[in-house]
Each structure stands twice: as structure tokens, then as C-alpha cells.
């Protein structure tokens, strides 16, 4: 539980993980303050699938975290004893070609929201990438040595160690291609486009030379509710427990759903260009997640029906 009357505080509660957050933590009866970047783009009633009038309460404020006046605005005057900072740049290839930009937000906006947490005393929960590892060796555990290969990854490793010498009480959450529907919005996400794709007959192009361990959107927000919930401190890798190629992830969705998998074409990375380059062969080992936050996530192919609305939780 939180400290009474000072709430927990989201950034990029707009986005995919934020919305999720939001979800899990005000069903759990927290006090939240969940912000974005402007407008709140999602609504109490998709979120909830009931009526506005249904939905628990929470407070949703505008901050855009490179702007200094823009946190002082709302971290002052809510005084949340917990920032989970979910908001991020987190698009690899417009990252690479806006390195700039990529450390404006991910790096000098984490350093910012930090200053504002000391000033309030806020425990301070950063959610980071597989992408801070190379990729040579995974899957990878918390203490293996972080080693990026773009600018993203690096991003996101500069600010984590910005996180570890805050001096603040500190978790790190690193997790895998997230994939979910948001309740609000439209994302892409390679369970829908295999989906749509050999609905219509179309052959698809898919990567198999890299490995993942796919995280569902869902499991991401209970693990980081769990982290809270136990006040938790240091690294945590939190992400599916399945080992798969972006191909494997198709041949799934198309058995599962039964599909002619004889659309699929398995190629390598380098049939396509993208500026940032991935690591091959990530993934996480979760067993600390397990055995600490008693994390178990649902299998790719629960996470399959769970996206595509085939079945609830
Ligand atoms: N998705 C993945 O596969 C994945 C994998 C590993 C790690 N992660 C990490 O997980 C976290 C959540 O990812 P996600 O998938 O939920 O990402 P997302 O859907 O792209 O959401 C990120 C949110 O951050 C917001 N944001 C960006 N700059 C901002 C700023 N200056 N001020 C306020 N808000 C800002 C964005 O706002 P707008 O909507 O206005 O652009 C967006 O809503 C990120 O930290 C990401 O690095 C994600």
C-alpha cells in the first residue's frame, strides 16, 4: 500500500503499459495520478468496460517530463510517495535518426523527474528495455553486464544508472516487447498483423534469427503492482517465459487460430534496413521475479487469445 493521502504518480499513462498500470492499480484501490503528454487519451469506461459512472476514480494531469515547470507544476502540488516512470521515447529507429531528441527525453527527462522525486521523498520505479544488452548471449538476468548497441538501448541504460545513483529508494524494472491491445488507441502488434495478414492471403516476410521472451501487457503492470506492493528495491526482469523468434511468434498465432502457415516466409534481420540495430538473441531469465514477486506470466499463446480478445482474464 502507498502512504496514506500521498498518491502513486504514472508517466506515459497514455501509452500501452501506462494504460494497463493505471488499470491494475486503481482496481487495487490506489490513489493515482496518472499523467501524459497532453490530453487523456483513454477513458474510464474502456478502460473499465463498464459505465464512466462505474469506474473508480483517479486524477489525470498534463506533464510533459522535459519540461521542468511542467513537473514542478504537479509534483509539488501532488507529493506522490511513488513515481513509476513508464513514458519513454521508445521507438528504435526514430531514436537512431534523433539521437538528440532520444536523450532529451529518455535520458535529461528521467534525470528531471529524479530531482523532483528527491524533493518530495518518492520511491522511484524506472521501466527499462532488453535492448541495454547486446545480445550476444542471452537471455539475459539482472546482474549479466549491460552492453547497447543503439542509441535507445544506451538511452535507457544512462538513465538507469542515473535510477541506481539517485540515492533514492530505487527498483528497476527491465521487460521484453510488450505486446496487449490498448484499451484506448490503436497499436501494431505482430499477433494482429499475422493475424490480419494470412486472413487476407498475403505471404509474410518474418524475422527468425532473433530471440525474444514477448511480454503480455498485462503480466508487465500485476509484476510492476507486485514490485509496490512489496516495496521491492533493485533490478527485476519481468517478461514472458516463452523463447521466441518474431517467426515463432507468427507460426503460433497462425496455428492457434488456424491460419495457412504456408504464408509465412522465414528471413533474416538483414533482408530489412532499420538505422537501429537489435540485438539478436535477448530474453530474460525471470526466475528472481518468480521467486521475489511471486511473478508468473501466461504463455504466448494465452497472451495470443488475450490480445485478440479470444478469451478474458
Ligand atoms: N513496448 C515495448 O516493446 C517495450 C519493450 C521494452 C521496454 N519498454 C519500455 O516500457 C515503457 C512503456 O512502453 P510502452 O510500450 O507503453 O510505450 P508507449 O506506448 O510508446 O508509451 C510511451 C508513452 O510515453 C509518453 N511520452 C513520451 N515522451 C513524453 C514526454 N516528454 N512527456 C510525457 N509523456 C511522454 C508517450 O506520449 P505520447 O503518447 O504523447 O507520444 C507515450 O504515451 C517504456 O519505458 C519503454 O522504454 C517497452
Given at each position: 500500500?502507498?502512504e ?70 504537479v ?38 523527474l ?34 547497447p ?30 505486446y ?23 505471404t ?14 498485462g ?95
Open positions: 500500500m502507498t496514506r493521502g500521498r498518491p502513486i504518480l504514472i508517466t506515459g499513462a497514455n501509452g500501452l503499459l501506462g494504460q494497463y498500470l493505471v488499470k491494475v492499480l486503481i482496481e487495487e484501490g490506489q490513489f493515482l495520478v496518472a499523467t501524459g503528454r497532453g490530453v487523456c487519451r483513454f477513458l474510464h469506461a474502456e478502460v473499465f468496460k463498464g459505465t464512466p459512472q462505474q469506474a473508480p476514480s483517479y486524477i489525470y494531469a498534463d506533464m510533459d517530463f522535459t519540461d521542468p515547470a511542467s513537473i514542478r507544476h509534483m509539488d502540488y501532488w507529493k506522490p510517495s511513488v513515481v513509476i516512470h513508464a513514458g519513454a521515447m521508445t521507438q528504435v529507429d526514430p531514436c537512431e535518426e534523433d539521437p538528440l531528441k532520444c536523450y532529451q527525453v529518455n535520458v535529461e527527462g528521467t534525470d528531471l529524479l530531482d523532483a522525486a528527491k524533493a518530495v521523498g518518492a520511491r522511484f520505479v524506472f521501466v527499462s528495455t532488453d535492448f541495454v544488452f547486446d545480445g550476444a548471449a542471452g537471455p539475459y538476468k539482472e546482474d549479466d553486464t549491460p552492453a548497441i543503439s542509441v535507445y538501448g544506451q538511452s535507457k541504460w544512462e538513465a538507469e544508472k542515473l535510477v541506481m545513483r539517485s540515492g533514492l529508494d530505487w527498483a528497476i524494472v527491465r521487460t521484453i516487447l510488450v496487449g491491445t490498448p484499451f484506448s488507441g490503436t497499436r501494431a502488434n505482430i499477433i494482429s498483423w499475422a493475424r490480419d495478414s494470412l486472413q487476407a492471403g498475403r509474410i516476410k518474418v524475422v527468425s534469427d532473433q530471440w525474444r521472451t514477448p511480454t503480455y501487457v503480466d508487465l503492470a500485476e509484476g510492476i503492482s507486485a514490485l509496490l506492493r512489496l516495496q521491492k528495491q533493485g533490478v527485476y526482469h519481468i517478461s514472458g517465459r516463452d523463447f521466441l523468434t518474431p517467426y515463432d511468434m507468427t507460426l503460433r498465432t497462425a496455428r492457434l487460430l488456424g491460419l495457412d502457415e504456408a504464408l509465412l516466409v522465414k528471413v533474416d534481420a538483414s533482408t530489412f534496413f532499420q538505422p537501429g540495430r537489435r540485438p539478436p538473441r535477448t530474453g530474460f531469465i525471470i526466475d528472481k521475479a518468480r521467486r521475489e514477486l511471486g511473478f508468473e506470466p501466461v504463455s504466448f499463446d494465452e497472451g495470443i487469445l488475450l490480445t485478440l480478445g479470444l478469451t478474458e482474464r
